[in-house]
């Protein structure tokens, strides 16, 4: 595992982000990673600042991914951690028990609107056991949430469902993170509504200096 030297904001609404990849063949060797790219790709084209990336890539061990969780958030200050692999019904399917054993909160919406999104696609969307919880520290909290290990599944979970003129059938998961992590009393982050519109509340909106007056 990298040395968890604390990650540095190179601006007040850069989003620090850590990546879980959770694979034992990937982790071997043996496979090549999909998902961590394929969150980055995604990430870096729906938000406008791009943010900065803690990716590791682990075998599906408990102890191991919660161990990597908690670094990610207690350790290098990340606010948002998405991990991909391990939520299915096998044995060696472990990624939800170590996110809420490392968990304060558990955040039951997201896994639900994960699973109806999927249920668009396949019926076996119903096996996928994925979770989010946030995790707070005395002076920090961050939100976790456990994605699909498929890029494909990753980027309709995220975005959502959209008709064949882009107008969105099915709210994405992603449209609820940015107000999310407001919430927790991390950085303002804002999407590109081509890619995914994120929804705040009027009152929690940011105006830009000026906009009132043009």
């Not at 990673?33 to 590791?56: C, H, N, V, Y």
């Not at 990340?78 to 909160?105: I, M, Q, W």
């Not at 290990?149 to 940015?178: H, M, R, S, Y």
């Amino acid at each position: 595992m990298s040395s968890s030297v604390r990650l540095v904001r190179r601006h007040p609404d850069e989003l620090l982000v850590g990546l879980v990849s959770v694979s034992d063949r990937a982790a071997s060797g043996t496979y090549q990673d999909e998902g961590i790219p394929a969150l980055q790709d995604w990430l870096s084209k729906a938000l406008t600042r791009t943010p900065q990336f803690a990716a590791r890539l682990i075998p599906d061990e408990a102890a191991q991914i919660s161990a990597t969780l908690t670094e990610l958030v207690d350790e290098l200050g990340c606010d948002l951690v998405l991990t991909t692999g391990g939520t299915g019904p096998a044995a060696r399917d472990v990624t939800p028990e170590a996110t809420l054993a490392v968990g304060s909160k558990e955040m039951p919406g997201f896994g639900e609107q994960m699973r109806q999104i999927s249920l668009a696609f396949v019926p076996t969307a119903i096996l996928s056991r994925q979770v989010a919880v946030i995790r707070e520290t005395a002076d920090h909290a961050a939100l976790i949430i456990n994605l699909p290990g498929q890029p494909k599944a990753i980027k309709e979970t995220l975005e959502g469902l959209k008709d064949a003129d882009g107008n969105v059938k099915v709210p994405g998961i992603f449209a609820a993170v940015p107000y999310c992590i407001d919430l927790i009393g991390g950085p303002y982050t804002e999407t590109r509504p081509d890619v995914i519109k994120a929804f705040r509340p009027k009152s929690a909106i940011r105006v830009a200096p000026g906009a009132a007056h043009e």
